[in-house]
C-alpha cells in the first residue's frame, strides 16, 4: 500500500473556517477548530494535515482526498454522498455513525479510530488498512474489497451481506455475531478461531 505524499514542512496553516469557502485546498495545515454541523457542497483536499479539528454532523455533497492526513479529529454523524479518498491516512479519531456509501478509497488507512455503527454500503475499497479500529455494528452491504486488512479490529455485529471479499483478512479481529454472505467470498484470511466460528455459521461439521 502506498503511503501520503506529503511533507508537513511544506504546509502553510490555516484556520477551519477556511474549510467553508474554499472548493479545493492544497498543501494546507489546520490545527484544532469546530466546523459541526456545517455544510459543503464539493470540496476536494491534497496535501492537507487536519490535526484535532472537529466536523461533527457535517453535510458534503462531494469530497475527494489525495495524499492527505487526519489526525485526532471527530467526524462523527458525518454525511457523505460521493467521497473519493487516494493516500488517506486517518488516525485516533473519531468517526462514529459516519455515513460513507459508495466511497471509493485506494492505499488508505485507518488506525486506532472508531467507526462503529457506520455505513459503507456499496463502496469500493483496494489495498486498504483498518488497524485497531472499532469497526462494530458497521454496514459494509454490497460493498467490494480487493487487498483489505483487518487488524486487531473489533468487527462485531458488522454486516458483509453481498460483500465481495478478494484477499482479505480478518486474522486477529473480533468478528463475533459477524454477518458474512459464502456467495461472494473469494479470497479470505483467517486465524484458526475464527475459522471454527466461521464454520458454524456456513454449516459446516468439523471431523478430526
Not at 74 to 83: M, P, T
Amino acid at each position: 500500500m502506498k503511503k501520503p505524499v506529503i511533507d508537513p514542512k511544506s504546509l502553510k496553516e490555516i484556520k477551519v473556517v477556511e474549510l467553508l469557502t474554499e472548493s479545493h485546498l492544497e498543501d494546507i495545515f489546520v490545527d484544532g477548530g469546530d466546523i459541526s454541523e456545517s455544510e459543503l457542497e464539493d470540496i476536494s483536499f491534497e496535501k492537507v494535515l487536519l490535526d484535532s479539528v472537529t466536523l461533527n454532523q457535517v453535510k458534503i455533497d462531494e469530497l475527494n482526498i489525495l495524499d492527505s492526513v487526519f489526525s485526532k479529529c471527530n467526524l462523527a454523524g458525518v454525511e457523505i454522498e460521493r467521497s473519493h479518498f487516494t493516500r488517506l491516512k486517518v488516525k485516533s479519531s473519531r468517526l462514529q455513525g459516519i455515513q460513507l456509501t459508495q466511497m471509493r478509497a485506494i492505499d488508505t488507512s485507518f488506525i486506532s479510530s472508531k467507526l462503529n455503527d457506520s455505513n459503507f454500503r456499496y463502496s469500493k475499497l483496494k489495498n486498504v488498512i483498518f488497524d485497531s479500529c472499532d469497526l462494530s455494528s458497521v454496514d459494509f452491504i454490497g460493498a467490494e474489497f480487493k487487498n483489505v486488512t483487518f487488524k486487531d479490529c473489533n468487527l462485531s455485529e458488522s454486516n458483509f451481506s453481498q460483500t465481495k471479499l478478494d484477499n482479505v483478512t480478518l486474522a486477529g479481529s473480533k468478528i463475533t455475531d459477524l454477518v458474512i454472505s459464502t456467495e461472494t467470498i473469494k479470497e479470505v484470511f483467517v486465524d484458526t478461531g475464527q475459522a471454527i466460528y466461521l464454520s458454524s455459521i456456513f454449516g459446516l461439521k468439523i471431523r478430526d
